[in-house]
């Protein structure tokens, strides 16, 4: 059976008592306080469509309890005064503007759906800046310059460079597989290392140690060959939340440029 986890529910129940459906017939009552069945449905609804499962009745039944339990305790609260507390009520007015704000760019999203148009121009955006060439890779990363210098004086003398990765590269991942990094592209990588591993040839390594914000890094390239980017059936979830995203963020700022806010 599948459990409804309580540390979820605060979330679910947040946004089913914006639901018009949070009212008629009683769930249960509590010391005289009724719970709508339609608030057990709604929570029900909201979180089978967050995790993929089905709103069985043993779910609603777990949920029914949950919130008789949540109800009991928020009742004892009361009596004791807790609502009163001023670090109490910071944090309920908290979770107010939380509620309001979720359900404000909620229903922003609804009226500005991202367009196919738009997720077609953002896929191309990808495809022009993912390249058209993969890069096999290995690298060793050090602290200091002086130190990737010796790595590039033994690779002079003929030793192995996944042998010399073992030994001093601080990338422990790749360490532990000869340096290697797979197939990547270069917008993968961080500029200066990109930049230097698209200027090798393919059994070349790097001759002057290249500096980035992790170290000093000496990289060899062993093979290239034509990138193929995801399609955009496999990108389309990732590319329509960052739409949202975007979106979301110019709602937002425009609110923010039309408010009077005056800062001490």
């Known amino acids: 059976m599948i459990q409804v986890r309580s540390k979820v529910l605060p979330a679910a129940f947040a946004l089913a008592m ?30 089978a469509q967050r995790s993929g499962h089905p709103a069985t009745p043993q779910i609603k039944e777990q949920i029914k309890k949950q919130l008789i339990m949540r109800t009991v305790i928020v009742q004892q ?23 309001l704000i979720r359900a404000l760019l909620g229903k922003y999203l609804k009226a500005h759906p991202i367009t ?33 210098d ?7 003398k003929g030793d192995k460079f996944g042998e010399l990765a073992k030994k001093y590269s601080k ?40 500096q980035t914000q992790f170290g000093w890094h000496v990289i060899k390239l062993d093979a290239t060959r034509p990138a193929k980017p995801p399609t955009l059936d496999q990108l389309k979830p990732q ?13 937002q700022q425009k609110l923010l440029s039309e408010a009077k806010v005056t800062e001490k």
Not at 150 to 156: G, Q, R, S, T, Y
């Open 116 to 148: 196919d148009a738009q997720v077609q121009a953002k896929y191309a955006e990808f495809t022009k800046s993912f390249g058209t060439t993969e890069y096999e890779a290995q690298h060793i990363l050090v602290p200091t310059e002086k130190q990737a």
């Open 171 to 210: 990338d422990t991942a790749s360490a532990a597989n000869d340096g290697k990094l797979g197939w990547s592209t270069p917008g993968n990588y961080v500029p200066p290392f990109a930049e230097a591993l698209t200027k090798l040839k393919v059994g070349q390594y790097t001759t002057k140690p290249v």
């Open 150 to 156: 010796e790595v590039i004086a033994d690779l002079k």
């Open 77 to 99: 609260a009361e009596k004791e005064g807790l609502a009163k507390d001023p670090q109490v009520k910071d944090e309920l007015a908290m979770t107010h503007d939380d509620v």
């Open 18 to 47: 914006l639901s018009p459906l949070a009212h008629a017939q009683t769930a249960a009552t509590v010391n005289g306080k009724p719970i709508p069945e339609s608030l057990v449905d709604a929570i029900a609804q909201s979180m």
């Open 239 to 251: 590319i329509e939340q960052e739409l949202q995203r975007e979106t979301v963020q110019a709602y």
